[in-house]
């Protein structure tokens, strides 16, 4: 089975840091995905990436950015985090441009105090 | 007017109930499309795809009305086990991501 881990299951990080999460597939999948989950309004894609290096902006990529070094990696920056992005951050890799190899990690709940 | 959207529930039904859902997208261009469940506190997993013709995957059935722009699961002898959110997922041709809808609540009791 596709595994796509998640750095962190639970995070607390104050108003202004700079905050990483970090995604790791271990299926050579070309495509990566960072999507925020929040009540009411689904989930959002924020960045995705086809190719190592390469990034693309989702629906709300305002606050963030991401890297991608290594195709097995894939990381989300919170360049200073303010307190609207405590969310659920999630990461999904896929080998395809359709939904279904599309792997989702289990989540990083990030809360900014 | 959002791009996918779905019926919030919860939907409470008893076990070995049937029950549907339906799910409409907004544009016509919508070329793939999915049903995902979604546990509490847990990560979307693919349920079952949706195609034109509609399938079927043992009590669960899909169905696709691209005329109507709208999609429908049917979950025939609901077990405890299927208590989760149902996501109705589409994708645009030549675009490279999913668009999820905000899910639908299913509680099944004893």
């Known amino acids: 089975d596709v595994k796509v881990t998640q750095s962190s299951r639970y995070l607390v990080k104050r108003t202004g840091e700079k905050v990483f999460l970090e995604c790791v597939q271990d299926?050579?999948?070309?495509?990566m995905f960072w999507y925020r989950q929040d009540p009411g309004l689904g989930l959002r894609l924020i960045y995705f990436s086809y190719d190592v290096k390469m990034k693309e902006k989702g629906d709300i990529p305002e606050g963030y950015s991401v890297s991608r070094e290594k195709k097995e990696r894939f990381s989300l920056i919170l360049e200073s985090a303010s307190t609207n992005q405590t969310s659920m951050y999630l990461c999904a890799s896929s080998a395809t441009w359709t939904g279904e190899s599309y792997t989702f990690g289990s989540g990083t709940r990030l809360t900014v105090v | 007017r959002k791009e996918v959207e779905q019926d919030p529930g919860p939907f409470n039904v008893p076990e070995g109930a049937t029950v549907a859902f339906n799910c409409t997208y907004s544009?016509?261009?919508?070329?793939?499309f999915f049903w995902y469940r979604q546990d509490c506190r847990k990560e979307p997993k693919l349920l079952m795809s949706?195609?034109?013709s509609g399938n079927e995957d043992g009590r669960f059935t899909a169905q696709l009305n691209r005329a109507s722009q709208y999609i429908s699961l049917l979950i025939r002898d609901s077990k405890l086990s299927d208590s989760a959110t149902y996501l109705c997922?589409?994708?645009?041709?030549?675009?490279?991501?999913?668009?999820f809808g905000t899910g639908t609540r299913l509680l099944v009791s004893p």
């Open positions: 997922v589409v994708t645009l041709t030549g675009f490279q991501k999913l668009v």
């Open positions: 544009n016509s261009a919508s070329q793939s």
């Open positions: 299926m050579d999948h070309e495509n």
């Open positions: 949706v195609y034109s």
